[in-house]
């Protein structure tokens, strides 16, 4: 079975432009959590989306945005983007949406750089 | 915050010795995870613990957690060049769906 798969692996974008970055959860996840990370850093949630609804917002601005589509997989968008956005923004997919004990699976992440 | 804290942040070992890496938070949580992350790539899951278990094993690793003092461990037994990676803890904070995770341990395994 497929794990969960983004693209692009790689971006360049300059500031003030806009970016899509795509998610195909594992097949049978109705799930998938958008987070990013910076250098050295642990990842940070952005959000998380179940069933097409948004279930969980992170402290992100509102240049941030996802959807979900019917066949669960996503895009997270950005926005007029700064230089601060550089980061590797990873997905991850689990069985549902619930709180509580959920194994999270990551994919290997789009790498953004903003120059 | 509601970060985790791990330390050490780097770790440097001999292949066969043992490393140790510990996290603290500051929630109350439903489930604490350990992943391991390849140069900067994508998050491998390791190990779950939920929060009503003191210790779980898997293969060469062991993790415990104490919700006492808000902190767990991971141990990874008779380490190989192939455990040089980056390993981060995971929680969820009852209430949340999502995971925090802490700032990371560097572990070099030296062959």
């Known amino acids: 079975d497929a794990g969960v798969t983004q693209s692009p692996t790689h971006l360049i974008k300059t500031r003030g432009q806009h970016v899509t970055l795509r998610c195909s959860p594992i097949s049978g996840h109705k799930s998938v959590s958008w987070y990013q990370q910076v250098l050295g850093q642990g990842p940070q949630f952005i959000f998380q989306?179940?069933?097409?609804?948004?279930?969980g917002r992170g402290n992100f601005p509102d240049r941030f945005s996802a959807r979900q589509f019917p066949n669960y997989s996503s895009e997270l968008n950005v926005n007029a983007l700064l230089l601060g956005d550089s980061a590797l923004y990873l997905c991850?997919?689990?069985?549902?949406?619930?709180?509580?004990?959920?194994?999270?699976?990551f994919g290997p992440g789009t790498r953004l750089l903003v120059l | 915050s509601q970060q985790g804290e791990e330390d050490p942040q780097a770790l440097s070992i001999q292949e066969g010795e043992n490393a140790t890496m510990n996290c603290s938070y500051k929630?109350?949580?439903?489930?604490l995870q350990w992943y391991r992350q390849n140069s900067g790539r994508g998050l491998v899951h390791l190990i779950l613990?939920?929060?009503?278990?003191r210790e779980k094993h898997s293969g060469r690793l062991r993790v415990t957690l104490d919700t006492s003092k808000k902190s767990s461990s991971l141990l990874i037994t008779a380490s190989r060049a192939a455990d040089t990676a980056s390993y981060f803890c995971a929680f969820m904070d009852t209430g949340r769906r999502a995971l925090t995770f802490g700032s990371g341990t560097r572990l070099q395994v030296q062959p």
């Open positions: 991850a997919s689990s069985l549902g949406g619930g709180v509580g004990i959920e194994t999270q699976y």
């Open positions: 613990i939920r929060s009503n278990e």
């Open positions: 989306y179940y069933e097409k609804e948004e279930r």
């Open positions: 929630t109350s949580i439903n489930n």
